[in-house]
């Protein structure tokens, strides 16, 4: 038995099945928490928007609204997203960032809402400070932290080392504790180069696990952007359903996205992905719209 926030709760075994969630309960769990994001996007879109004849606006005040839909090999049941993300500078020196997001995925249903803030130091360092929790039975944690320090070097400060640590309390007992370390080139104005390598440690067992990372931006701000990622390595765990996770495996990742701006205010995005491990396959696609201000 583990104790979980005051309670004691079975562990979940580590080959079962993911639970089955009626169609109904989902039904209701889904409109339930699309009203809360509703009611977040409704007072988060009170800014006003710039009036005709105004400066252009500032490229680092952002709001995303994208959707998501998923296939799932393996019996696990498709993903389904619905999200908006914001991006608010505040004066110089910070630059807020909030998240709503309402995920569907493994039969589970479930609202996780972000804020972080980046704060620049002086001419070379700046931080990233973040916090974040989701509702639901296993898919989304109850709470994740994510903290990191940056530095620019060289004359044009064309290279930025990251070091940064990530703590994950997920549900049932389950938690991650990690640390990474990036490197990002500044290669051209329009190539930036960016690898990097995460360690996490993940409980109950003690289970190390460490992935690799890398990803090109290509493009120019208020043109157009493609970002190619991917990602490789060992993952401690993961939970497929509320009595079902599967530890010490391999997975792999890629992705490509696309940002293409329509004129100064915003334009529309697109991004597909692939993830597998030996348990499953996940094949996505994400479409949204974004706005300056």
Do not use: C
């Amino acid at each position: 038995m583990t104790l979980e926030r005051g309670r004691h709760r079975q562990r979940p075994r580590t080959v079962a099945a993911p639970t089955v969630v009626s169609r109904r309960a989902l039904l209701q769990r889904a409109l339930v928490r699309l009203a809360v994001v509703s009611g977040v996007v409704a007072t988060l879109a009170g800014a006003p928007l710039p009036a005709q004849g105004s400066a252009t606006p500032s490229l680092d005040r952002r709001a995303d609204l994208f959707a998501d839909r998923h296939q799932v090999s393996g019996g696990y049941g498709d993903w389904r997203s619905v999200g908006l993300r914001l991006s608010v500078p505040a004066g110089t020196r910070d630059t807020w960032f909030v998240e709503v997001l309402q995920r569907s995925a493994f039969g589970d249903a479930g609202t996780y809402v972000s804020a972080a803030n980046q704060h620049v130091w002086g001419e070379r360092v700046y931080s990233y400070l973040g916090v974040g929790g989701g509702s639901g039975d296993f898919v989304l944690p109850d709470l994740r932290l994510d903290a990191s320090l940056s530095t620019k070097w060289g004359r044009r400060r064309a290279l930025v080392t990251t070091l940064g640590t990530t703590v994950v309390d997920a549900k049932l007992g389950y938690r991650d504790v990690g640390g990474f370390g990036a490197l990002t080139a500044y290669l051209s104005p329009l190539v930036v180069a960016e690898g990097g390598v995460r360690v996490t440690r993940s409980t109950p067992g003690d289970v190390d696990a460490v992935r690799g990372n890398a990803a090109i931006t290509l493009g120019r701000q208020g043109k157009a952007v493609v970002v190619l990622r991917g990602s490789s390595g060992r993952e401690g765990f993961q939970l497929l359903g509320a009595d079902a996770a599967v530890r010490r495996f391999t997975s792999h990742e890629g992705a490509a996205s696309w940002r293409q701006w329509l004129g100064p205010y915003g334009g529309v995005l697109l991004q597909g992905e692939h993830y597998q491990n030996p348990f499953y396959r996940r094949t996505g696609v994400t479409l949204g719209v974004f706005a300056h201000w």
